[in-house]
């Protein structure tokens, strides 16, 4: 599983410019099983993504396609939950 933190590099005028493209891409790797959760930062400085286990060069591709790829700089962490609370125990076989 994948944590794919996104910081904002433009002003939120740039960014909000490129929501609604965003939030179609988003609902596109929704519904192909890519994406688990995802949201803003507080304070909003950019947004947090939660992926399944996928290839890292097949995660790049799907990034790649993001409107905010303009906008923002992509820090990428995977790792493999090994303990999660019992309402989140699915996570561990992502």
Same mark, same amino acid.
């Given at each position: ?22 939030? *179609?891409? @988003?609902? +596109? ?5 890519? !994406? #688990? &959760? ?18 890292? *060069?097949? @995660?790049? +591709? ?5 409107? !905010? #790829? &303009? ?18 125990? *699915?996570?561990?076989?992502?």
């Amino acid at each position: 599983m994948f944590i794919v933190d996104l910081t904002y590099e433009e002003p939120l005028e740039k960014v909000e410019a490129l929501l609604d493209g965003h939030i *179609a891409w @988003l609902q +596109k790797h929704y519904a192909a099983g890519d !994406f #688990v &959760a995802s949201g803003r930062k507080v304070p909003r400085t950019g947004g947090i993504i939660l992926t399944k286990s996928l290839p890292r *060069a097949e @995660l790049d +591709k799907i990034l790649e396609q993001d409107p !905010f #790829v &303009a906008v923002a700089n992509y820090s990428i962490t995977e790792f493999v939950p090994s303990m999660t609370s019992e309402n989140l125990s *699915a996570l561990k076989s992502l």
